[in-house]
């Protein structure tokens, strides 16, 4: 109603004056400083150019269909006659604006940028000079040759301050054609300054984005997953855009790159970006597109980029719209679709995902406001800062990701190595040398090997009623302390402590009897001072009676595959655990079977070594009958009490 | 092979930059041809002001000096009798043939320092900071002097039109207030506005692309620093980043000042120090992080390496620190000695690097060639700040973004080599893990409460009431010949093999391979033991007839008590075992010494017969033996024997037949 109430009125005042439109500038000292986005009525003539300098009639003017139209616009929707808006509503045509300027400085000079100013080829007078041309515009626009420089005009203001601006435009492919982006009017010197720090700005941005293109390019190769790959495609994407969309630092380092390759570049990131954004997100969360497949959105874009290329430019120029609303849908559902999962997640890669996200679609939806002429911040492209704020936050969630992948390694890692160290203490590890396995891993089940040895069993006198009259607690200390002083010992001696069994100990000395009994007299000799120790501590003096006997053991390991253990088998084994019961009998600390000392008086013999130690004889008959008959494999009739004077003589 | 596709793509990216960076100083170079350099010919009038200089060419009184630009005037300023570079002069030049109503400019990429004020045709086209100051008679010199800054250093650009003869006389006011060089000390470009403008958007552009790289990096590396704290390499590299993108931001070329017009020059020349102290610090300390020294003497036994790169450090911290606090007057006169200091810093990372290199230690490529480059790009950037002739374009931008590069490539590929190795680890790991996990008692450390195996200790124990069985097996060859130790162990271990299974079914599990048997514990019930005694010698039943113990019978004793017990950890800290202490377990024993004596499979003590209800047995008897006197016990024992009631009769039954 407003809109067609101001033509009324324009129409009006067009029949009266030749400049209809004029815009004051309220103040003229700032622009100076700052820029001003002049938005205003202009003159608008369909399909004529007309020339600043010709003095055209009042009558002939008005045979020219003319409207006065708020710039920047479309001419697409200008109220026309039906059969011009049948062909400016496809954006083709050709026109001339005019404005006239008042209150400037005078004999200042001013300039503006012209860079997407008109669609698609134009011609800027000031006054009646030629201020700046893009392209070859045409009165006849299918002749129109476009193009687009990435510049500034420049006009200087007269005596009194006023200025007339004359823009011919015509437009041959484009789907939108007039006057269309922002006429913002500087100071020339402030305008230079403006110019340079967008410069530096985008510039920086786009420095930005190239790297993490190369990171996230190099982070693909050296990790090879496909996050990185499609972050880097995404970024690359968004890279395309800065540098050829409204600040074009493309064209400041390629002037030569002609108009329709520039824009077919703009285009390459409206066409990568949905299916890039898709396949990352998919890559970064697979819960996300549970029912719905990420390739599933992702492939019109790819069809869409074929077209791109392969379409003529005005054709590839109308899919733009449609693309638009693809990628603005896929922006939007994926970001839905990840707010859902923060419901399900609460993790922090869904909240700085979806923060991103609102970052970005806040920065499209000031976009799309801008190209539909609202203005705000002081006409700012706000979809710039977006991207790159989406990018950076992007490469830190993947770097975070990583992060996390890495040190959840090293923990697992660090645990690994505890538990590896407390099963380790539990590993029969010398038992497992005698079968002759360096690596543990190859030991199985029933393994066997038999060999001569000595064995040793070593238990504690009354063991079970001392223990009844300690605590828990004390008796596992005394244990503990016991073989702290006497596992050593087995070892010294080349010895084995095949099995801990309640307070006894059996131990196998391969291949040496005489080392057995050398280690059973130091025992003895290392419990006196133990003894005193325990006594000192007020724990009972405990005493150990020991029996060594030498035969053919087999060794080897059984249970089931899930609890393996080492398992000894033998006769001879019974016989060292009977000898060692007739020391309580016998009150002798160490007995020994006659074989053991027999081998052990050999080997000593082939050393050329005596024996540490004496012998005595005890016929078996002395001891009571029960033993007589259990022990009917050891045929011997004797048994030898181990004496040496480092020793207590009984037990 | 990742190694050399890395490599491969390392090249590769080099080569790009290269190509991108060659390709835009070709056009440059394209354009040279119709921008000059004012170089030679300028006339320098020292502490005269414009008007004075004016009236002097008005006089045609010659110059005191003729210099080439980019000149210093220090030289000129001792021929002159003064001492201090701090003071101003005029530099004049006449350009000729220009033509007339075509607009020209003017650049320089560092405004002559450290203000000025461009003259053309007798009337100020531009300034930088304020030059005026100093030409007041009662201008005193002040150190301390900030604000209002009258030094400012940002790139300049002016456009003119020369007169319609086509002669432009440039005349230049410069004031030096701090900087300890003075004069117009840039490269002077003349040429039409259009390609001088060019120009100088490109070099912005390329300066500020190098700056927005290296701000990322900066950002990523203190990020993955702040993920991870133990990586104090990333910490430094982030560092240097930042100071490395504060250096190409504010030296030479000021892009910062363009961003931040109220920069004031001396906090700028501060920002430029930066670099000069805090990177090589920061290097040198990420390589000693990569290769963590084996603290190698240098030429005396108390003259460590450590110590010589500390001293290092504290002098050039010092200095650094010094810059930051005291004003730019002085802090800039450290210049030549923190580059002294840094060439030797270079030195230092050189040979260390090359040591490396030879001594082919992991990633010493990647830390050469970074190194190498930077080291180059440093000595060309000071013959590059020292005679502007020798080298006009400065590329420190280029060798520093080439070196980040390397530097994150080398990060990255450390992180990820230790991560490939962790998991390569932790897969040998677990392997190991399993077969140890084989001989952990878990049942009984799970009796002993202990959430995770790690927690056991030595000496751990647990009162526990539960059921025992103790149980021998005798195997005896069919044909009354003696068995071997072979066939002994095979069909023992056979007969284990068969037995676990049934102990495990009932909940219970086996304690203690004994030497011919084993010792099996029930912690749930006693009626569990009864039963798997029970199917335990139907079993060997069956194993009696199966393949393995051909010619061989073998004969499973039980004897089942239930009781006290004390169960815990014993041995020492690094060969542990598990054992169970009570008297239970020695009555255990005895009993089934008797079932050997009194040739019963199964039998089961009176503490265990009371607490089996009589409604559950089912079709288990229990049938009473005569009261035992077992040796080493005050009490004779009750003791039961147990057997199947059907299976019995059916026993009977066979044996009738």
Redesign the interface.
Known sequence: MKKALSILLSLFFISSSLFSAVYRIENPETLSKNSLNIITDWDFYWGKFIKPESNLSEKELNNIPHVTVQVPSDWNKYPFPDEIKAISKTGKGSGTYKLQLTNLKPEQSYAFPVYDLGYTAFEIYADKELIYRSGKPNEDWTQTQAEQHFDKAVFTADKNGTTIITIFISNDFYRKGGLRGSFMLFEEKAYSHFHTKQFCSYSIFAGILLMITVYCILNAFLKKNKVNLYLACLVLAIFSRIVSYTFPILKTLFPAIPFTTMLRIEYLSVFFIPSFITLYINELNKAIFKHIPASVLAFPSLIFLLLNFVLPINLANRMVPYMQAYMFTVIGLCSILFAIRIFKDHDFVSIVAIFSFMVLAIGGIGDILLIHHFTFLNGMHPITPAFVAFSIMQILLVAFIQNRNYTHTLELNDYLVQTNKAYYRFVPKEFLELLSKKDITEVTLGEYKISKAAILSADIRNFTSTSEKLAPIQVFDLLNTYLKRIAPLIRKYNGIIEKYLGDGIIAIFPNSAESALNCAVEMQEQMIELRDEFASRGMPRIKIGIGVHYGNIVIGTGGNTERMAEISLSKDIGIAVKTESFTKRCMRPILATPVAVHIAEIEARQNGRKLEFTTESIPLNSIAKIQKRTSGSAKKSVILSIKSDRIEETL | M?RH??TG?LIF?LFSIFISQAS?SSKINKKNKSFETLGSGWELYLEKSPEQTFNLIDNNTPADFTVTVPHEWNLEIKRFGATSPNTYGCYRYVCSNLEPGTKYALHMKESPGTASAFYINRKIIIQTGNPFAMLEKDFQLDPWHYSPSNSQSIPL?CEFEPDSKGTAEIVVLVSNYYYRKGGLWDTVYLGKADDIW?Y???T??????????????G??NL??FA??KKRTEYFFLGLASFAFAVRIGTAGYC?LG??L?SLCAEIKIKLELLAIWLVPVSILQIVFLIYPSNNRTVVFKFLKEKYLRYFLHIITLSMGLLSLVLPAYYSNKFVPYLQDILIIYSLYVIIFSISNLIKRKRYSLYNFLSFFTIAIGGIIDIIHSNSKETIPIPTLPFFILVFV?IQ??ML??I??D??KE??K??DD??????????????EFLRLLNKE???K?K????S?IEMTIIFSKVSIVNTNSKEVS??E???I???Y??TV??VIKKYDG??S?????GFMALFPNSNLDAVRAALEIKDTIRKFNESEVCKNHTITPWLGIHFGKM?I????????????????T??TAARIETVCEQIHKNIIISEAIYKRIPQEKLGKIQLTPLDVIYV?GKEKPLQLYEVHRKKQNAENLKEEGR
């Open positions: 990742t596709y890395s793509f990216i835009a650009y060019r100088n958007i490109l912005l552009v390329f300066y500020c692309i190098v700056i927005g790289s290296l701000v990322f990096t950002l990523l990020f993955q993920l991870n892009s363009i961003l017009p590069i994150i490539i990255a590929a992180q990820n230790i991560y962790t998991i680890a932790s790991l677990s392997k190991l893990n399993e077969s140890y996990l084989r001989f952990v008692p878990k995770s195996i790690i056991t030595l000496g751990d124990y009162n130790l072979d002994n162990f095979n023992f271990s056979e284990l093999k676990s299974p599990f086996v203690k391979f004994l030497s011919g004390i815990g950890t014993i041995g020492e800290e690094n060969r542990m075992d598990d054992t169970v202490i009570s008297d377990v020695n040796k």
